[in-house]
């Protein structure tokens, strides 16, 4: 005698706890771990998943209510996918049930999500050969669709309405007489369909890859789940390591999960994946996972990994935890960038979900940079990576040359002239090598993060700045428009014309964005084909495509962009690129700002020369000689990185300390900062004793206001966060906020401004 079988359910309802309900025998043996469930809840019906089966309940038998309904046959989620949301629950401070809503894309979890039917029309065979009886009484429309018909024996119904050019009526007709048969198909949508892909061959490594390639196919070939750093300069041909390393867990009957930064992931980064294994005896689906897919087309790749006929996953973010079978590798390209970190909860971060993945599933992790994070080297330094470099660029192209622009100087020389020409964005240096580049019909990429016309409109009567009324940050002012705009909270208002305070007309423009840069060039450059790419220059989702077809085939000969630009594009014929304002990244307030413009000038230049001429930067900055911008030009990543730890150390800041950042908002100032400064004194108490921690705060945060609330952060530091947000965890869980008030919590932060 068994007795009653007792599922745990974590309902869709953030709450942070899992409820457990017994398990009607018609289930019994089929209901599994991971299971979508319908629940009785209240007075409702709900789903949940089942997170556990067990003989044994915690609450009285009998005031346990049964499952009502097995949503989905098969589990949604595996064993180790689930263990994996656990601990991303734990890690990231956030409820079980937040941590599964970013596990599986709402396409999947929505109950009504289904796969697409479509009408199949197939010819029945004639009966013994002899005439069918309807055959002979056919319209001669009705004889030429049933011919149609019969050369493909089965066909789309769609597909024969617009080859006939007939009406559905005509074909119900022919299924009337028998003739025809029509019936429900389950098809997939294909965001790939249509493409003609030209499959290629694994290329002959080089020395470097092949040594790279071969400790990856070892701790593979262990079944490890170790960890490599691939720390490649920009084309050194780290995508090959990926291609080939992919090949070789394909040839185990293993799959793989490569991610990529959101905005790398073009049709072009694609084609190379599915070109590579379209075609031999390893070739596989590649299922494609990114924002831009109809939720259609979500559900339907999420299946096609799920039953095993895509074997490789390319993604975003999300992909991490695509429900791959057998994981033998994850591919983390370009792991230093920050859009890896998921900005709402849980605000986990997918390299280090990928590492945790990959331990748990006993899959190797494979993280390439040409500017690594300090918190990955830290690690290859330390031994609990495998470090591998690449040193050479794999097309024996050179590094760039990268020429620094002081633009105190240009500043003093220009002094006394007017307005307008004392706010150039280009100096006389990169305006020369754009001539240049202009003469040579060679091509040129302008990056400044900044899109828009201006962000500082300040009056010369006054010093009044236009500022948004709900955050505390300047309006930017687009001139396209004739608006000033709030990038934080969208708030829009008509350009002045003059200033809001005194009403002088002595207002100027200060703070270059894209727009102002690309007038600047249609003045100086009056027959050259500009584009500019930033979010407002993309009205629609082909702008994209357009814009940078139209540059490679060499119609455009000068794109300015923002950071959409500065990722795994390869324009062999760019020989120039400028970076009009470096400092732009080097004044944020956060700690990482001198890493991060490091990152950007030396990703920026990645862009410069890789076809068979010999690529230049221009870097224009205020701070010449800043650490960063020096180091960046010598090609010097690890005497970066040493000089940068040596401040980060002292301040115990990441990679050396870990961080926890409590976020707390609300409309009030006063009280927000009470609350911030109630929490301090709870866990103080609560924290009493736990080692290497330091909590700085509550302060206002870099940004005190944004969308009319008022922002205070408290700051935790650690050597050891698994404990920290363990502790946290739980404490939240029993925290209560005023109404109108909230508290997020940030572990390993990306932005502390
Ligand atoms: P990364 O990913 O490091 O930026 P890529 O993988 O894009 O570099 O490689 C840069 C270029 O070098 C590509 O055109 C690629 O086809 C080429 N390449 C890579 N490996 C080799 C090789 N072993 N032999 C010849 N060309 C290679
Ligand atoms: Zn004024
Ligand atoms: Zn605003």
């Not at 994981?327 to 909860?345: F, R």
């Amino acid at each position: 005698m068994s007795g009653p079988v007792i599922a745990r359910v974590a309902v869709d309802l953030a709450i942070g706890k899992e409820f457990e309900y017994l398990v009607p025998d018609a289930l019994i043996g089929v209901l599994k771990v991971g299971c979508r469930v319908r629940v009785p809840f209240g007075r409702q019906r709900i789903l949940g998943y089942v997170t556990a089966l067990t003989g044994e309940a915690e609450f009285a038998l009998n005031r346990l209510k049964p499952i009502q309904e097995l949503v989905h046959q098969s589990p949604l989620l595996t064993e180790e996918i689930l263990r994996l949301s656990r601990w991303l629950s734990t890690y990231y401070c956030c409820s079980l049930e937040t941590a599964l809503k970013s596990v599986l894309p709402v396409a999947v979890r929505r109950e009504e999500a289904r796969f697409r039917k479509r009408l199949m029309v197939r010819v029945m065979p004639p009966a013994d050969g002899d005439e069918a009886p309807g055959r002979s009484d056919l319209t001669p429309r009705q004889k030429e669709v049933l011919e149609i018909i019969s050369e493909w024996r089965e066909m789309p119904m769609q597909d024969l309405l617009k080859t006939a050019g007939c009406t559905a009526q005509v074909v119900r007709k022919l299924e009337q007489k028998e003739l025809v048969q029509i019936r429900e198909e389950v098809s997939e949508r294909d965001p790939g369909a249509g493409d003609s892909i030209v499959p290629t061959h694994a290329l002959a490594l080089n020395p470097e890859q092949a040594e790279a390639l071969h400790k990856v196919r070892e701790s593979m070939d262990s079944g490890n789940g170790a960890v490599h750093l691939l720390f490649g300069v920009t084309g050194s041909g780290k995508t090959e390591v990926y291609l080939q390393a992919i090949e070789v867990a394909l040839k185990k009957g293993q799959g793989a999960i490569v991610l990529v930064p959101e905005i790398s992931l073009t049709p072009q980064t694609v084609e190379r994946f599915r070109a590579r294994f379209s075609s031999g005896p390893q070739s596989t689906g590649v299922a494609v996972l990114h924002s831009h897919l109809s939720s259609g087309e979500r559900h339907d790749e999420w299946h096609r990994i799920r039953n095993g006929r895509a074997r490789i996953v390319i993604g975003a973010r999300s992909a991490v935890f695509a429900p791959v079978r057998d994981l033998g590798l994850i591919v983390v390209d370009e792991e230093h960038e920050h859009s890896y970190k998921q900005e709402e909860s849980p605000k986990y971060h997918a390299r280090d979900v990928a590492v945790m993945r990959g331990h748990l599933e006993k899959a190797t992790v494979l993280l390439g940079s040409a500017t690594p994070s300090m918190e990955s080297y830290r690690n290859a330094l330390e031994g609990k990576y495998t470090l591998l470099r690449l040193n050479q660029r794999a097309d024996d192209a050179t590094l760039p040359v990268i020429r620094v622009v002081d633009l105190r100087m240009e500043k003093r020389a220009r002094k006394g002239q007017s307005v307008k020409s004392r706010f150039s964005p280009f100096t006389l240096p990169l305006k020369e090598a754009i001539l240049q580049r202009l003469e040579r019909r060679e091509q040129t990429m302008l990056f400044l993060n900044r899109r828009g016309y201006s962000n500082n409109l300040m009056c010369h009567e006054c010093g009044h700045v236009a500022g948004c009324p709900r955050c505390s940050i300047t309006l930017t002012f687009h001139k396209s428009l004739g608006v000033l705009c709030c990038h934080l909270c969208g708030y829009r208002e008509k350009s002045p014309g003059r200033c809001r305070e005194c009403g002088s007309k002595e207002i100027e423009f200060l703070g270059l964005g894209t727009e102002m840069v690309e007038e600047s060039l249609h003045e100086l450059f009056p027959g050259a084909a500009i584009a500019r790419m930033d979010s407002d220059a993309l009205k629609k989702k082909e702008d994209f495509k357009r814009i940078l077809s139209e540059f490679r085939i060499g119609r455009t000969d000068i794109l300015i962009g923002t950071q959409m630009i500065t990722k795994g594009l390869h324009f062999p014929n760019v020989t120039l690129v400028g970076i009009i304002y470096a400092d732009l990244s080097l004044h944020m307030p956060d700690f990482r700002a001198g890493e991060r413009t490091f990152q950007l000038i030396t990703q920026v230049s990645g862009r410069a020369g890789r076809g068979d001429i010999e690529g230049e930067v221009y870097v224009q900055s205020f701070t010449p000689f800043h650490p960063a911008i020096q180091f960046a030009r010598r090609h010097d990543y690890e005497g970066f990185y040493e000089q940068e730890a040596e401040f980060r150390q002292q301040l115990n800041y990441p990679p050396f300390g870990r961080m926890a950042m409590l976020l707390f908002r609300g409309p009030d100032e006063e009280k927000v900062s009470g609350i911030a400064m109630d929490v301090r004194q709870n866990l103080e108490k609560l924290l009493d004793g736990f080692p290497s921690l330091t909590i700085a705060g509550p302060g206002p945060a870099p940004l005190l206001r944004a969308e009319d609330e008022f922002r205070y952060q408290l700051m935790l530091r650690t050597r050891n966060m698994s404990r920290l947000s363990q502790y946290l965890s739980e404490w939240l869980s029993g925290y209560r906020l005023p109404a109108g008030y909230r508290l997020s919590v940030d572990v390993d932060p990306m932005f502390t401004a």
